[in-house]
């Protein structure tokens, strides 16, 4: 699966997650509440959402795993939860600071996007991949957010029925803009990336921010259900200025990067265009 088909599923779950989180916030009376609780509320419930299904796109559509995609789901899900509630309690000190208006609705949305981008942390364990997720959600909650204060002041003299109707549009545009502008952040600013050229993940671009797993278990950021892969089977890491491959030292598994034959517990340096044999797959590194 290319880069771009990934970022659509992203945005598409995304999107859902904006609509899950409107009938889920629409469904309980947060009015009556004090703003703040009302705030907590809603954020945690949005962010509870927007986390849970972004985080489950790559189980689903990538991996092809219901099972990894309800975790990453669960796991995204209490990260949007905790991200949300503490989001939406600062973006509504900004709003309120800020007397409204756009700056403090596209502050409030960017707050909240960039708290639940971090919370890829909780799911991937990889500080930098999650620092470049936070900066995506930061933007798509900028861009969702500024198109959603439009669209509602574009129709800001329509009946209540209709208001309800357009916040519900509203956050699948957010929900989609935070769900896409978190991968793309991701691919635009990592140092590299892996290609499958054979296997049954041919086509599948995952990109290198710091560490990325390789092996047979769909828990490994590449997953390769090829014949000959072991369950856990290698890591690229960086090491200084680039990356090397390392077969992992508690397995028998081997692995070639283009002639060279790399054993367990041994790591060999990696260049653009190098091909990497791991089982039945084939790979590609691609430098930046």
Not at 69 to 96: E, K, S, T
Request: net charge positive; proline share 3%.
């Amino acid at each position: 699966m290319s880069k771009w088909l990934q970022i659509y599923y992203s945005a598409l779950f995304g999107a859902l997650g904006g609509l899950a989180g409107w009938w889920l916030v629409g469904s309980v009376a947060t009015q009556a509440w004090g703003v703040w609780v009302a705030a907590l509320a809603v954020g945690a419930g949005l962010g509870g959402c927007l986390g849970a299904f972004v985080a489950a796109s790559d189980g689903a559509v990538v991996k092809r795993k219901p099972v990894r995609a309800m975790r990453d789901g669960i796991l995204g899900g209490l990260a949007g939860l905790v991200a949300g509630a503490c989001g939406m309690l600062l973006a509504q000190a900004a709003f309120l600071a800020l007397q409204g208006g756009w700056e403090g609705r596209a502050l409030s949305w960017m707050l909240l996007g960039l708290l639940i981008g971090a919370g890829d942390l909780l799911v991937s364990r990889r500080p930098r991949r999650a620092a470049y997720a936070a900066l995506g959600g930061l933007a798509g909650g900028l861009a969702g957010g500024l198109l959603y204060e439009g669209l509602t002041r574009l129709f800001l003299s329509t009946s209540g029925p209709a208001q309800v109707w357009l916040s519900g549009i509203g956050l699948v545009i957010v929900g989609a803009c935070i769900g896409a502008l978190i991968p793309l952040a991701r691919q635009v600013l990592a140092a590299g990336e892996l290609r499958v050229l054979r296997g049954e993940q041919a086509g599948l671009v995952r990109e290198l921010s710091d560490t990325a797993s390789i092996g047979r278990y769909d828990g490994n950021d590449l997953y390769l259900p090829d014949a000959g892969v072991a369950w856990r089977h290698a890591v690229v890491r960086r090491a200084g200025d680039g990356f090397e491959l390392a077969v992992l030292p508690d397995t028998d598994a081997t692995a070639r990067v283009g002639e060279h034959h790399l054993g367990p517990g041994t790591s060999w340096p990696l260049r653009s265009g190098d091909r990497i044999r791991i089982g039945g797959a084939e790979l590609e590194f691609v430098g930046r």
